[in-house]
T-cell receptor, first 109, second 115 residues
Framework: AQRVTQPEKLLSVFKGAPVELKCNYS??????LFWYVQYSRQRLQLLLR??SRESIKGFTADLNKGETSFHLKKPFAQEEDSAMYYC???????????FGSGTRLSIRP | ETGVTQTPRHLVMGMTNKKSLKCEQH?????MYWYKQSAKKPLELMFV???????ENNSVPSRFSPECPNSSHLFLHLHTLQPEDSALYLC??????????????FGPGTRLTVL
């Protein structure tokens, strides 16, 4: 069955420290994964997606099929990165998607 | 207003009431979605509409009834809800229904409380 796991509910790091938000998935096909972010008092919005191979706001995510992971990384955290981050997996038909439970990232000054 | 709007932003209703949530998108998109976000569960996709046709219904109880009169508007009609239906209901839209390729744009949500 399709599944997305974000093992950390809360991650707290100091400003300038590296950040890694974990996402593991279970999917029998070739996955296309997303990271969505929700800043305080803002809407849920797309941060980046695997298919685009892009870096947004300094964040990158690499699909590791061997480890079935799509961890989100940033080398130097900034205070404005504090937010709720969700990993998401579209699957099966074109219109299904499941979200992880989310990780709250808190950046300490 | 631009983007995806939802009304009302907050709703309190009794279990015997009938109410409706409204979503409107101003992005020219062809697909619209209803999600449920409750405190103890991940974000759950409820319904998907593509060009006003329902294409997905993810085992949602019949007390939730969606309606999509045109590609810009989406409603969620509520009747005889249960307290466990209390949650944040999010609407989203995308260019088309291919979620793997299209970014979804979310509304601010309606906070629903069922007494």
């Amino acid at each position: 069955a399709q599944r997305v796991t974000q093992p950390e509910k809360l991650l707290s790091v100091f400003k300038g420290a590296p950040v890694e938000l974990k996402c593991n998935y279970s999917y029998s096909g070739s996955p296309e994964l997303f990271w969505y972010v929700q800043y305080s008092r803002q809407r849920l919005q797309l941060l980046l997606r695997h298919i685009s191979r892009e870096s947004i706001k300094g964040f990158t995510a690499d699909l590791n099929k061997g480890e079935t992971s799509f961890h989100l990384k940033k080398p130097f955290a900034q205070e404005e990165d504090s937010a709720m981050y969700y990993c998401a997996l579209p699957y099966s038909s074109a219109s299904k998607i499941i979200f992880g439970s989310g990780t709250r990232l808190s950046i300490r000054p | 207003e631009t983007g995806v709007t939802q009304t009302p932003r907050h709703l309190v209703m009794g279990m015997t009431n009938k109410k409706s949530l409204k979503c409107e998108q101003h992005l020219g998109h062809n697909a619209m979605y209803w999600y449920k976000q409750s405190a103890k569960k991940p974000l759950e996709l409820m319904f998907v509409y593509s060009l006003e046709e329902r294409v997905e219904n993810n085992s949602v109880p019949s007390r939730f009834s969606p309606e999509c009169p045109n590609s810009s508007h989406l409603f969620l009609h509520l009747h005889t809800l249960q307290p466990e239906d209390s949650a944040l209901y999010l609407c989203a839209s995308s260019q088309d229904r291919r979620i793997s390729y299209n970014e979804q744009f979310f509304g601010p949500g309606t906070r629903l409380t069922v007494l």
